[in-house]
């Protein structure tokens, strides 16, 4: 019963961020409906399977030396891995979806200068922030049953706030891509080093945790302020 009540607790922490998002993206007038945002949600939490996937395949290999297993887990076995999962199911999301291919897709020809471009950057950018705060609720419960160490609550509530910041940018890459691959490429490896350099403060003792939660907070703010809604933008879709 203890370990239902700390899993319930872990859960509702770690949905604070999506919750918060929800409403400032209504705040500022975002044009989208509830139904697209609980898809997207389940987009991000999708992304939890494969990741399971490949980071078992990982397991099989036998990383000896220290620092090198180091990089192997904290950047390659978790963050690479969970990131190349976020980058699957949107890049499939996308491309079920006619309405979204046809709003946030970017095409070769329209060029990354353009005003179009960056509000579609926007809307990328969005889409994998909310998408990131779908993947962090399963991996929540993923932890709270594994462990029921009270300062894991705190702990989440700052990996969801990750998991959005380098879902931000695995959205903006995607939409990216077409138009400037080199760019977007950047964008994937910049999650992926956030992630892993997360993964590494929480895990390494000796690292105040104060560290880690900088690195969450500090990589959450930006994607916030780089899709705030100014005048002449389009909206994250047209529904």
Request: proline content about 5%; hydrophobic content about 55%; aromatic content about 12%.
């Amino acid at each position: 019963m203890y370990g239902s009540w700390v899993l319930l607790v872990i859960l509702f922490i770690s949905s604070i961020p999506i919750i918060a998002v929800y409403i400032w993206l209504r705040i500022v007038k975002y044009d989208f409906s509830l139904v697209w945002f609980l898809l997207v949600l389940l987009t991000g939490a999708a992304a939890f399977f494969p990741a399971l996937v490949f980071q078992e395949l990982l397991s099989f290999f036998n990383v000896t030396q220290n620092r090198s297993a180091l990089f192997f887990e904290f950047f390659i076995r978790v963050a690479l891995t969970e990131e190349l999962s976020r980058l699957l199911v949107l890049l499939i999301f996308f491309w079920i979806s006619k309405k979204v291919s046809k709003t946030i897709l970017v095409k070769p020809d329209e060029g990354l200068e353009q005003p179009l471009a960056i509000s579609v950057i926007k809307k990328g950018t969005a889409t994998g922030l909310i998408a990131g705060l779908g993947f962090s609720i399963l991996e929540s419960a993923r932890y709270a049953a594994s462990s029921i160490d009270i300062s894991v609550l705190l702990l989440r509530f700052f990996t969801a706030a990750l998991h959005g910041a380098c879902g931000s940018r695995i959205g903006a890459a995607i939409v990216m891509f077409p138009g400037s691959p080199a760019k977007a490429l950047l964008r994937i490896i910049t999650a992926t080093a956030i992630h892993g350099v997360y993964n590494f403060l929480v895990a390494i003792p000796g690292i105040p945790s104060i560290a880690a939660f900088f690195i969450a907070i500090s990589a959450f703010i930006p994607a916030i302020l780089s899709i705030r809604d100014t005048p002449g933008n389009t909206p994250l879709t047209n529904s």
